[in-house]
């Protein structure tokens, strides 16, 4: 069966510090990879998307995924996280028995401290 | 998030109650989606639309319908609420690229 996992519920971060948010998948074939940010009481905002290409995939706010297709995995990545950073952030793929269709992972709360 | 609309944005009422959750996009996609989060699942599909004809249920139809009024406009209803329904509904577009964009989210409770 297809689907992303997010292993980490949380991540801790000291702002200024690196962060990571890791993202694992199970799909044949070449996957479409995303990576969404939920502010508190928004709806759910796209931040990159992986589909073919150079390996780094950068997007909004400074943001960067690295797809790797040996580990099956593609993180989210920022060099100095900010507070404004904490956020609850989606990993999803692409469905590829039905392209309309995007499988979410269960998420990872991202808390930068000052 | 102003391209998805919802409303309401909050909602409280009474198990046995008819509910409707209304979404509009001014995006012009073909594609829309009603998802519910629940802390610890993340996002599942309720249903999704092409157009007004094409329905197509998602992985946790049961309990819930939808109406495809106009391109723009697509609206979830639960029949008869029940509390395990309580939960945050988003609607979402997607556009060509795959990309989708949700609304700001509707926050259900059902007593």
């Known amino acids: 069966a297809q689907s992303v996992a997010q292993p980490e519920d949380q991540v801790n971060v000291a702002e200024g510090n690196p962060l990571t948010v890791k993202c694992t998948y199970s799909v044949s074939g070449n996957p479409y990879l995303f990576w969404y940010v939920q502010y508190p009481n928004r709806g759910l905002q796209f931040l990159l998307k992986?589909?073919?290409?150079?390996?780094l995939v950068k997007g909004s706010y400074g943001f960067e995924a690295e797809f790797n297709k040996s580990q099956t995995s593609f993180h989210l990545k920022k060099p100095s996280a900010l507070v404004s950073d904490s956020a609850l952030y989606f990993c999803?793929?692409?469905?590829?028995?039905?392209?309309?269709?995007?499988?979410f992972g269960t998420g990872t709360r991202l808390q930068v401290f000052p | 998030d102003a391209d998805v609309t919802q409303t309401p944005r909050n909602r409280i009422t009474k198990t046995g109650k008819r509910i409707m959750l209304e979404c509009s996009q001014t995006k012009g996609h073909d594609r829309m989606y009603w998802y519910r989060q629940d802390p610890g699942l993340g996002l599942r599909l309720i249903y999704y639309?092409?157009?007004?004809?094409?329905?197509n249920k998602g992985e946790i139809s049961d309990g819930y319908s939808v109406s495809r009024q106009a391109q723009a406009k697509f609206s979830l209803s639960l029949e008869s609420a029940i509390p395990n329904q309580t939960a945050l509904y988003f609607c979402?577009?997607?556009?060509?690229?795959?990309?989708?964009?949700f609304g700001p989210g509707t926050r259900l409770t059902v007593l």
């Open positions: 992986y589909i073919t290409g150079d390996n």
């Open positions: 999803a793929v692409r469905d590829i028995h039905n392209t309309d269709k995007l499988i």
């Open positions: 639309s092409f157009d007004v004809k094409d329905i």
């Open positions: 979402a577009t997607m556009s060509s690229t795959d990309t989708q964009y």
